[in-house]
T-cell receptor, first 112, second 114 residues
Framework: GEDVEQSLFLSVREGDSSVINCTYT??????LYWYKQEPGAGLQLLTY?????DMKQDQRLTVLLNKKDKHLSLRIADTQTGDSAIYFC????????????FGSGTRLSIQP | DAGVTQSPTHLIKTRGQHVTLRCSPI?????VSWYQQVLGQGPQFIFQ???????GRGNFPDRFSARQFPNYSSELNVNALLLGDSALYLC?????????????FGSGTRLTVV
């Protein structure tokens, strides 16, 4: 089946690293995504990783994929107040490009 | 460049009524998808259209329908509204019908059914 799970909340101090975790059930997924949603806004695609990759780095963002454990993580280095948002993990399939399954989101709070 | 625009931004309807939500994709984007986001949850896939054809449908009742017009804009229609239809409805567009192209989301239409 298709299911994506995330923890609901994460609180970190400004300047620390944030690590947001996600587990998924369908190992046939082709792409895994991280989206960011700020209050009152739509979803913003932060980054994505192909299922044949282990890691992807993009400036302050590092995505790690463990296919064996079906675990995806997003690390945000030097977390800033502007990083406060809800972060969604999502998976997509090359065989069915129309559908992307989202997790329930992790609310990231930044403490001064 | 304008992003994905949705109208209206907020809407209040009564149970049993019908609603039409509208979406204009980014210029040049031919694929449009609709998602429902209930408070506290992730978006749930409703429909995807590409080149005016339905390419995918999520697990939603027949009360939900959509269409895409020749200019690639799209409408989502919901009949016989239920209280449980209250949600943020998100429209997303991408250039082509491929996972290689990421979705750009609009800010959504907040529908409240009373």
């Amino acid at each position: 089946g298709e299911d994506v799970e995330q923890s609901l909340f994460l609180s970190v101090r400004e300047g620390d690293s944030s690590v947001i975790n996600c587990t998924y059930t369908d190992s046939s997924s082709t792409y895994l995504y991280w989206y960011k949603q700020e209050p009152g806004a739509g979803l913003q695609l932060l980054t994505y990783i192909f299922s044949n990759m282990d890691m992807k780095q993009d400036q302050r963002l590092t995505v790690l994929l463990n296919k064996k454990d079906k675990h995806l993580s997003l690390r945000i280095a030097d977390t800033q107040t502007g990083d406060s948002a809800i972060y969604f993990c999502a998976e997509g399939w090359y065989s069915n490009a129309s559908k992307i399954i989202f997790g329930s989101g992790t609310r990231l709070s930044i403490q001064p | 460049d304008a992003g994905v625009t949705q109208s209206p931004t907020h809407l209040i309807k009564t149970r049993g009524q019908h609603v039409t939500l509208r979406c204009s994709p980014i210029s040049g984007h031919k694929s449009v998808s609709w998602y429902q986001q209930v408070l506290g949850q992730g978006p749930q896939f409703i429909f995807q259209y590409y080149e005016k054809e339905e390419r995918g449908r999520g697990n939603f009742p027949d009360r939900f329908s959509a269409r895409q017009f020749p200019n690639y804009s799209s409408e989502l229609n919901v009949n016989a509204l239920l209280l449980g239809d209250s949600a943020l409805y998100l429209c997303a567009s991408r250039v082509r019908d491929s996972l290689l192209y990421g979705y750009t989301f609009g800010s959504g239409t907040r529908l409240t059914v009373v």
